[in-house]
Structures are given as structure tokens and as C-alpha cells.
């Protein structure tokens, strides 16, 4: 899939929880074209490799900082944050990632479970623009979520619409799942706002649309992919209180 991207030039009406409202929708994870492939659905897992700390089995106390997090990108972290979801990309070019879940217990952090996922096709990026095919590299809040599907008992504000998101795939059987359930990554949207809400603070050419969503078992055009399951526990585990974030990069520059 290229990026979807939403444009305020698309209008139809979106439901949550089975109320009607009116959104711009177009589509996003960059910008949707005819004959476009959706961004991620594959619900194998894979058992971490060692390299960058994310070889801590689940359940492991893993101190006091989340491993292979350097100090500049530890410093983005809010102090109040106490759900981390870090993904480790294998390279800067790669579209292979291990998608990690920290939460914080007093001053630890502990590694409560882990998925292997994709990031955009085309690698990493710290300049993304619209339909780049990279994932940003940085620190990003998560705030809202969504899906095709009724709400599974998601902790983050939920917005689900039966049609909206099915609008945004490629009619492929591969591809029809792909946004059953996202999690909206806040760069470049406005928060409390539907996924696929089309406002771009920073610009449209910046992209945006990025999110974590069902993997496909291939590179996306910008989101983050987690199998089912995955989405199922961020779903069920994500809680506003604890100010949750999405710390995700290639490995290098995470440990920077």
C-alpha cells in the first residue's frame, strides 16, 4: 500500500460506536492511489533477535531504561509516560521490525510482550514526506484507535466505522483485514480525532495517516504492522492514563 493520505477533498460519514458523524476522508498511511496496496496482515510471530536489547523474554524486569534506547531518543519520552511500545527496526533500509511492549511497575520497566511486524518498505527516515515509503524515526504519543471491526474493548478512545476503513484498501483478499483494527501514531494529526481524520498540522507534503495496524507479512508505506493478536493486546492494554508512547526507529538510531 502507498500512504494513505486524507484530504479534505473526500467527504462521507463515519460512525463511532454506531453514531453518525461527518469526516473528511480520503486515504492515508501517505496517499491511496488506484491499484494501491494496503500497508500491512500476518499473524505469525517470530521470536526476537538478540541485537539492541529487545532479546528480554516477556515478563522480564529489564531496569530502570528500555533497552537499546539511547539517550537522546530516552530524552523525548514524557516522565509521566508509563506504556512504552517500541519498535526495532533491523536497518535503515529494512522493512523488518520487532514490535516490543514495555509498561513501568514504581521505577522498572518490565517487557510485557513482543511481535514480529513491519515498518514502511522502504526503511526509516528522519525527513518523512508523503509517500516516501519510510516510517519516521522518533517518540510519538498514542491517543486514538479504530477499525472496520466493533470495538474489541480498546482503552484508547475507539472511532469505528464498518465502511470508512474498508474504503482505504486495495480490494485484495491479502489486503481486506489489513485495518480490522489501528492504533493512530500522533505524527502529524490532530489528537482526539478519528484515525483517518484528514487534518495535517504540519502540512500535507510532511504525510501522515501512519499508524499500527494488522501485518500483511510485508513492508508498508509508512505505518507499523503487529499480527492480530498483537493488536488485540495493545487494544486491551493501551490506557490513556498511562500516557502512552510509540518510541520506533532502525536500531542505530534508536540507540542514539
Not at 528480554?56 to 508509563?82: C, E, H, I, N
Not at 500535507?204 to 501512519?210: A, F, S
Request: aromatic share 8%.
Amino acid at each position: 500500500m502507498r500512504n494513505f493520505e486524507v484530504t479534505p477533498s473526500s467527504r462521507r460519514p463515519m460512525r463511532r460506536g454506531g453514531a453518525r458523524h461527518a469526516i473528511s476522508v480520503a486515504v492515508a498511511c501517505g496517499v491511496l492511489l488506484a491499484g494501491a496496496t494496503a500497508c500491512g496482515q500476518d499473524t505469525d510471530r517470530r521470536t526476537p533477535g538478540a541485537r539492541g536489547g529487545a532479546s528480554a523474554r516477556p515478563g522480564q524486569d529489564v531496569g530502570v531504561r528500555l533497552p537499546g534506547v539511547g539517550d537522546r531518543m530516552w530524552s523525548q519520552v514524557p516522565a509521566d509516560t508509563g506504556q512504552v511500545v517500541v519498535v526495532y527496526g533491523e536497518g535503515r533500509e529494512s522493512a523488518e521490525s520487532v514490535v516490543v511492549l514495555y509498561q513501568k511497575r514504581g521505577s522498572t520497566w518490565h517487557r510485557t510482550d513482543s511481535w514480529s511486524g513491519h515498518n514502511g518498505k522502504q526503511g526509516w527516515t528522519t525527513d518523512h514526506h508523503i509517500d516516501d515509503e519510510h516510517s519516521p524515526v522518533g517518540v510519538f504519543t498514542l491517543t486514538d484507535a479504530g477499525g472496520s471491526l466493533a470495538d474489541p474493548g480498546s482503552r484508547l478512545r475507539y472511532w469505528y466505522d464498518d465502511n470508512a476503513y474498508a474504503t482505504m484498501l486495495n480490494p485484495e483478499p491479502a489486503h481486506l483485514h489489513d485495518f480490522d483494527y489501528v492504533i493512530a501514531i500522533d505524527y502529524n494529526r490532530l489528537r482526539d480525532a478519528p484515525p483517518f481524520d484528514w487534518n495535517r498540522p504540519d502540512g500535507v507534503e510532511k504525510g501522515g495517516g501512519i499508524w499500527l495496524h494488522m501485518d500483511h507479512g510485508d513492508g508498508t508505506s509508512a505505518c507499523v504492522t503487529v499480527p492480530e493478536s498483537g493488536m488485540k493486546t495493545l487494544l486491551h492494554t493501551l490506557d490513556p492514563a498511562q500516557h502512552p508512547v510509540v518510541v520506533m526507529g532502525d536500531r542505530d538510531r534508536l540507540a542514539s
